[in-house]
């Protein structure tokens, strides 16, 4: 064996040249298998980053018990109606008994952090303009739990307390409002409440910086009459991929309905499974020129050295022994292009920013998902394998016919 990994060691070193380019090659080869591994993973991240970074991975929502049936469907044939009754659009349902759940949700694993909320619709009022938002009631504290909001504030502080309210800055703008200003607060209940303005953020997000009130809890207690509970109860993952095995880990513990946020974002999943997809397909593409690359040349030096192969086989050698020269020819070339083309990748990848530090017009390179053991060991594979064909035609030459040529 020895002897053999010599003689394919002299062969790549006679000719130096035509092994560094076929060496190159293959470098260039898992340089752009890197690349793309690097591009498509850091673009799956920040279009998730973007679209689902922001809310609530795993929400648990009360459900509005529906209004008991007084009468059976079949008494209405016999025209018998006995009461009916409608569900009131200004029930909220509550979650009673929120407390004693949150300790227990905070404690599974893969839990970053647990948000109870309270949520209704009110009016803003400051002298005669009058909007209509969205009022979240947050736990003091835990106000960026979910949304990052302290990282979303352009003036003032994210701290909600008793009497304060924080707002998107499409609004404060549209009201005319400034920091320090006091205005109303009507919920749907019909309670209004008089707050000051301690903040003002920019999303990026029209529909959420024109029509989005942050309260404290105790705040949205009294405008929604709700003295105890929450309406709602969000849950931030520090895995987003395992929202779905969480929330059926949650729903076991707690019994309440616990939804991913995978649950209706059917079309984001296709397109990130298609991207992944086409993924699939370059790097296909660039190991199938690996392959064709490195048997195209080992079949040409094949061709160049059958007088070299003729003799070996008249002195003994086996048929075994050539196609090891030739196999163990492949992997070496395999090897030092694959070895050269991950060192490569990673040298050009460390300028770009880190997948927590993506930003807007910039190329979302993840260094992370290259994926370098995977690329050196389908190329040290694809190597061998493309070797095997120009051995078998090495081994069949006859000793005779060779040494004549």
Do not use: C
Request: proline fraction near 3%; hydrophobic fraction near 50%; aromatic fraction near 6%.
């Amino acid at each position: 064996m020895l002897y053999a990994l010599k003689i394919a060691g002299r062969y790549l070193t006679a000719s130096k040249a035509q092994t560094a380019l076929l060496v190159v090659g293959v470098a260039v080869g898992v340089f752009i298998f890197i690349f793309m591994s690097a591009l498509i993973g850091g673009l799956a991240e920040f279009i998730l980053s973007r679209t689902v970074g922001d809310i609530s991975h795993i929400t648990i929502e009360a459900e509005i018990d529906d209004p008991a049936v007084l009468i059976s469907p079949n008494d209405l044939d016999g025209g018998h109606v006995l009461f009916v009754t409608e569900r009131g659009r200004d029930r909220t349902a509550t979650l009673s008994d929120a407390a004693t759940w949150l300790p227990l949700i905070q404690a599974v694993p893969g839990v970053r952090a647990v948000s109870p909320q309270i949520t209704g619709a009110g009016f803003l009022t400051r002298g005669a303009q009058v909007a209509q938002v969205s009022v979240t009631g947050l736990e003091p504290g835990k106000e960026s739990a979910i949304l990052d909001l302290e990282g979303y504030m352009v003036a003032g502080t994210v701290r909600l307390g008793s009497g304060l309210i924080v707002l998107g800055n499409r609004l404060t703008d549209d009201l005319a409002l400034s920091l320090g200003q006091t205005l109303r607060l009507q919920s749907s209940n019909g309670v209004t409440a008089t707050l000051t303005l301690s903040g003002i953020f920019d999303t990026g997000n029209g529909g959420m910086d024109g029509a989005r009130a942050f309260v404290s809890l105790s705040t949205a207690r009294t405008l929604f009459a709700m003295p105890q509970g929450v309406t709602q109860i969000e849950i931030k993952l520090n895995d987003l991929n395992a929202a779905n095995t969480t929330a059926l880990r949650i729903s076991g513990l707690t019994g309440l309905d616990a939804v991913p946020w995978t649950d209706g974002a059917e079309q984001l999943m296709e397109a990130l499974n298609a991207q992944a997809q086409t993924g699939y397909f370059l790097k296909t593409f660039a190991l199938i020129t690996i392959v064709i690359g490195v048997a195209s040349a080992l079949l040409l030096s094949t061709y160049r050295r059958r007088p070299e192969i003729g003799i070996m086989r008249a002195m003994g050698a086996s048929r075994g022994f050539v196609v090891f020269v030739f196999v163990t020819q492949g992997a070496m070339i395999g090897l030092m292009g694959g070895v050269t083309g991950a060192a490569l990748g990673y040298l050009a990848l460390l300028p770009f920013p880190s997948r927590d530090a993506f930003q807007a017009g910039t190329l979302p390179l993840d260094i992370t998902q290259g994926s370098y053991g995977l690329a050196i060991a389908l190329t040290l594979t694809g190597s061998i394998l493309a070797s095997i064909l120009p051995a078998r035609s090495a081994a069949r030459v006859d000793p005779v016919t060779a040494i004549g040529q």
